[in-house]
């Protein structure tokens, strides 16, 4: 996808940008696509990096990192959307789906392998695709971020009602937007991550999360400023996200069924916490509910057997703090989705 932040070289000379629009699968024959988004930029405060010692090396880096958080916390409202988008796909029984090539991809590939050991949630909640595939997580695959079709054919698979969020530093990648392209064909809703607040894929996002990370240490180098803040963003993302469906229970994690013994002795640890009751008491309540913690923890708040427990549980839609409003606990109000 050409755009207005990029012209072609060919030959020596530079061409005339040119949109080659959907199924366009990258420069063709010799062809260098020049991008001039933020993220290409050289940054003035490190010129002279390699007449440094590792020290003063490691110093400019990490002065470049510390401004990542600030540069995220300006977007915090657009995250908020995106993540009420995710909440909505999800409690409409639909997924949420992760886009992305290189750094992005495999941001986004962690992140969602991620989920369901941490917080009890089946795989297909939340489902990365990188661009080429298991390969590409491991090795480089050259070219496959620029086809566009290939993003198309990913979203295949993405169910009227799913959220699709695609993740590309300089915000143009077409393997992304081909993605969430054919995802709003779909009637699903998108979300784009990038760090450049004038993405040209901003255009095929309900919402554009667009965090201003500006020049990278090494210009181009977009695993550094933007690859973290990619990270603080999707972990904040599917973080907020388990919190608003209710996978937590105040900062704990209670969707974690005990299927063997040290998820055993960490859920009895967690219910402790939670309840303030003694570990043998929480143990028993445990094994009541059938390993599920949180059949557990409103059993063992609300006094009651794990049958009715569980019961309020289905009625409040797996949320602890609802369930126990259900059973006539005062103060567990949530703010609903």
């Known amino acids: 996808m050409r755009t207005g932040q990029e012209s072609a070289v060919h030959g020596g000379r530079e061409q005339n940008p040119q949109d080659r629009g959907p199924g366009s699968r990258g420069p063709e024959g010799g062809e260098a696509v020049i991008v001039r988004a933020p993220t290409e930029a050289r940054n003035p405060d490190t010129y002279d990096i390699d007449l440094l010692p590792a020290l003063d090396v490691l110093r400019r880096i990490n002065a470049a990192d510390a401004t990542v958080a600030a540069a995220v916390g300006a977007v915090l409202p657009e995250l908020a959307r995106a993540v009420e988008l995710g909440v909505a796909a999800l409690e409409r029984g639909a997924s949420i789906h992760y886009f992305g090539a290189g750094t992005s991809g495999r941001i986004a590939a962690q992140d969602a392998a991620e989920l369901p050991p941490t917080y009890g949630v089946p795989a297909d909640w939340v489902v990365a695709h990188h661009a080429g595939g298991g390969e590409a997580l491991a090795r480089a695959v050259e070219g496959i971020e620029d086809d566009w079709e290939s993003g198309r054919i990913d979203a295949a698979g993405v169910a009227p009602g799913s959220l699709a969020v695609g993740l590309a530093a300089s915000g143009r990648t077409p393997y992304v937007g081909g993605?969430?392209?054919?995802?709003?064909?779909?009637?699903?809703?998108?979300?784009?991550?990038?760090?450049?607040?004038?993405?040209?894929?901003?255009?095929?996002?309900?919402?554009?999360?667009?965090?201003?990370?500006?020049?990278?240490?090494?210009?181009?180098?977009?695993?550094?400023?933007?690859?973290?803040?990619?990270?603080?963003?999707?972990?904040?993302?599917?973080?907020?996200?388990?919190?608003?469906?209710?996978?937590?229970?105040?900062?704990?994690?209670?969707?974690?069924?005990?299927?063997?013994?040290?998820?055993?002795?960490?859920?009895?640890?967690?219910?402790?916490?939670?309840?303030?009751?003694?570990?043998?008491?929480?143990?028993?309540?445990?094994?009541?509910?059938?390993?599920?913690?949180?059949?557990?923890?409103?059993?063992?708040?609300?006094?009651?057997?794990?049958?009715?427990?569980?019961?309020?549980?289905?009625?409040?839609?797996?949320?602890?703090?609802?369930?126990?409003?259900?059973?006539?606990?005062?103060?567990?109000?949530?703010?609903?989705?």
């Open 179 to 337: 993605a969430l392209e054919a995802a709003r064909e779909r009637s699903a809703g998108t979300v784009l991550i990038s760090a450049n607040p004038d993405a040209p894929l901003a255009a095929v996002a309900d919402v554009h999360v667009g965090v201003s990370t500006g020049a990278e240490v090494i210009a181009g180098s977009t695993r550094m400023k933007a690859g973290t803040a990619q990270k603080l963003l999707l972990n904040a993302f599917s973080t907020a996200v388990m919190v608003r469906v209710g996978r937590t229970y105040s900062n704990l994690m209670v969707g974690v069924d005990a299927s063997n013994g040290k998820l055993r002795g960490r859920v009895v640890t967690i219910l402790v916490e939670a309840t303030g009751s003694e570990e043998q008491a929480c143990a028993e309540a445990l094994t009541a509910a059938g390993g599920d913690t949180r059949v557990a923890l409103v059993s063992l708040l609300a006094g009651v057997d794990a049958t009715t427990a569980a019961r309020a549980l289905e009625k409040g839609r797996g949320r602890v703090r609802t369930a126990l409003t259900e059973l006539g606990l005062p103060g567990q109000e949530a703010p609903e989705p």
